[in-house]
């Protein structure tokens, strides 16, 4: 990597204009004019006549009356961020004129945003420069889960625009990735052209052993000030193939699931940018469609169906089309939009990130109304273990950003269940807040490190992935007892023959067996067992141990969870005269409805506990928890206190000398 590439241009040249061509006839210059205009062959789109906007970062009270719901109704919101009583955003002068309109009052926090972000950006590549260091441009992060998952990808470089790959870099990056790995990313495909005629780009990754294996699909760059997601999967990209051949998790990836990337989506939107601020900072943030009123360009993340999403009564997009959120003239107005609606229609992902910058944000729809699909479940799960590493909030637009959304690519993609399969698609937002929309470069990597996490785990999503829980238990020595633990598929597809193992470094743990095959798990559905029997020597020291629980994922990649225990001494003075010895009797009445009694005995005093769990082991109700005397004893369950469903339930009793799992059953 070369740092003189980041130095700003020395002087920006001016392109030539109608003034420096002195001396050349009028009639001259309008048949010129003419030949370009037919040339262009699209007059709608035309980006020589417009000048360019300014941009400000404006603070609005939110003391006037009603003016959250004025926003939201104006649909023109798309970077707000709450401070106190405030909401600070970005919009440009014909957004103010907007809002002079409508009676907002505004204060303006910086009065030219991209001049701050260009200013911001050369004066660390100055201080860079001058340091000679690559290692501080390159960043660190380290908040990762493997020790692969660290290590930044050696090809991996910044670019020329404020550290961003121009859109010729990126050509360059896929070209080179298909050149070093031809086995593991198909060619640099167009899936369709944008306005001003250039080609959107895909690639897909997945060894030949990953035909026909779940697809899922990751885009970037709606928004034409937003290169930061890009980043991101170039990024993700890199790391997958640098690391096919060493580490276990890209191989089995690679192998197991085919990844589709979209780099740029708003590829006119980014050229003018470049053309504009070529060392980055450049704001526009639509595609470059004329519209009739001669306002320029049309927000792609505001012009997807279905025609209700994108009409929705609750605002969130503008239909004034000088506004950065103009939602264009109906649904699909686009060719971009068009294009990836077109794409995925003879695809089947089965889930998609759409990557948008900034403020350190995982949102799931639906954007258009302000609630939560029937999926929650699943976008609430998959967001949080996606942000379990770099911290970002997730939710709903509301919950998130704050205003609601219509027309975005997440609501159709997930919603839109009539033109292709559902697809579980979400929104990052890379970045903290004081990065906007153009982080210095030494930003740059962190955040495609911090996203890369993120990036596997939905590819893993996408087809069957197994999660393990348990209960914290603890368990007497020496005694055979088994280890109940919960199996669940969160992945999107079914798996088989899912193997499980238990195992240990520490002889005296002696499983009695280690292994469980799972013939099948369906998407979401959960398995409540307790067949891995163990035995732990006396000669273990009471107190907390670890014993890892392995699950066989797709691809052979193996996912190790540490179980813990507590290992407690039986009680070796048994009553000698107590008449009782240990048991856990069958529940009476059985199958139940509502109550049903459970019935016990220990053969001396001791620790006991008895709960209720259900089938995805969670707890319903610890009956009992603490000394009781020996003896016989009974307890009732009463089922219609804890809201239960008809199905099977367990209850489970442990004690330092004894633990039993039985089974019963609810009948409503
Ligand atoms: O407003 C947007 O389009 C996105 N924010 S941005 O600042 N990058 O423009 C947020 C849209 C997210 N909505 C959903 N994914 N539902
Ligand atoms: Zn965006």
């Not at 121009?166 to 990313?185: C, G, H, W």
């Not at 929650?376 to 970002?392: D, L, Q, S, V």
């Not at 240990?582 to 006991?608: D, G």
């Amino acid at each position: 990597m070369n740092l003189l590439h980041y130095l700003p241009h020395a002087s920006v040249q001016s392109s030539p204009t109608i003034k420096n061509t002195i001396g050349v006839s009028k009639s001259f210059l309008l048949l010129i004019l003419l030949i370009l205009f037919c040339v262009r062959g699209n007059a709608q789109y035309s980006s020589e006549i417009e000048p360019k906007e300014k941009y400000y970062q404006v603070k609005i009270s939110l003391s006037q009356y009603g003016v959250m719901a004025k926003l939201q109704m104006m649909g023109i919101l798309d970077h707000a961020k709450r401070e106190g009583n405030a909401l600070i955003t970005v919009f440009s002068e014909s957004e103010l004129e907007l809002l002079r309109k409508a009676q907002i009052f505004y204060e303006i926090a910086v009065e030219d945003l991209e001049n701050y972000y260009q200013q911001r950006a050369s004066e660390e590549l100055q201080i860079l420069n001058e340091k000679g260091s690559k290692e501080f441009i390159r960043g660190t992060f380290n908040q990762t889960t493997t020790q692969a998952q660290s290590i930044v990808p050696k090809k991996f470089r910044l670019g020329n625009v404020g550290g961003f790959l121009s859109i010729n870099d990126v050509a360059a990056e896929l070209d080179s990735m298909v050149a070093n790995y031809p086995n593991l990313i198909s060619k640099r495909r167009t899936l369709g052209s944008s306005g001003e005629s250039r080609p959107i780009w895909y690639v897909e990754l997945g060894s030949e052993s990953s035909e026909g294996k779940p697809q899922v699909l990751y885009t970037a760059m709606h928004h034409a000030r937003e290169p930061g997601g890009m980043m991101a999967l170039i990024y993700f990209m890199w790391w997958l193939l640098e690391n096919y051949s060493t580490d276990p998790e890209a191989k089995a990836l690679l192998d197991s699931r085919r990844m589709t990337v979209v780099p740029i989506v708003n590829p006119d939107g980014y050229a003018y940018n470049i053309q504009n601020s070529p060392n980055g900072g450049g704001l526009w943030r639509k595609n470059r469609k004329r519209n009739s009123s001669n306002s320029f360009g049309v927000d792609l993340n505001r012009n997807y169906g279905t025609y209700d999403f994108w009409n929705s009564a609750f605002g969130g997009s503008s239909t004034s089309p000088s506004s950065d959120t103009y939602r264009g003239t109906d649904p699909f107005s686009e060719p971009e939009t068009a294009a990836l609606r077109d794409f995925i229609a003879i695809n089947q992902f089965k889930a998609v990130l759409n990557y948008h910058t900034f403020s350190n944000l995982l949102i799931y729809p639906y954007g258009y109304a302000r609630r939560e699909t029937p999926d929650a479940p699943i976008f609430r799960e998959y967001a949080k273990r996606m942000t379990e590493f770099n911290g970002y909030t997730y939710g709903l637009d509301i919950e998130t950003v704050g205003y609601n959304t219509r027309g975005t690519s997440d609501d159709w993609m997930y919603g839109d269940s009539l033109t292709k399969p559902k697809m579980i698609a979400m929104t990052p937002e890379v970045g903290a807040q004081s990065d906007g929309f153009w982080p210095v470069p030494s930003r740059i990597t962190g955040h495609c490190q911090e996203n890369l996490l993120p990036n596997l785990f939905l590819a893993w999503a996408a087809g069957p992935y197994f999660a393990t829980s348990y209960d914290y238990a603890f368990i007497p020595k020496n005694t055979v007892v088994s280890l109940p633990f919960t199996i669940k598929n969160i992945g999107l597809e079914s798996g088989k023959k899912v193997k499980v193992s238990f195992n240990s470094d520490n002889l005296g743990v002696q499983f009695l067996n280690q292994t469980m095959v799972f013939d099948s798990i369906g998407s979401w559905e959960s398995i409540f067992t307790d067949g891995i029997k163990v035995k732990i020597s006396s000669s273990i020291p009471d107190g907390p141990m670890t014993i890892t629980m392995n699950v066989a994922q797709d691809g052979g990649y193996v996912t190790s969870v540490p179980y813990s225990i507590a290992l407690v001494t039986p009680l070796s003075i048994r009553d000698e005269y107590s008449q009782v010895d240990f048991a856990l009797e069958q529940n009476y009445p059985n199958p139940f409805n509502p109550s049903t009694i459970i019935k016990f005995s220990i053969p001396s005093q001791m620790q006991v506990r008895l709960e209720v769990i259900d089938v995805m082991g969670r707890n319903v109700v610890t009956l009992q928890n603490g000394l009781m005397r020996a003896g016989s004893h009974s307890f009732t369950f009463d089922g219609s206190k804890y809201g239960l469903t008809s199905g099977v339930y367990f209850y489970r009793l442990i004690t330092s000398g004894f633990q039993q799992t039985r089974k019963m059953m609810l009948l409503k």
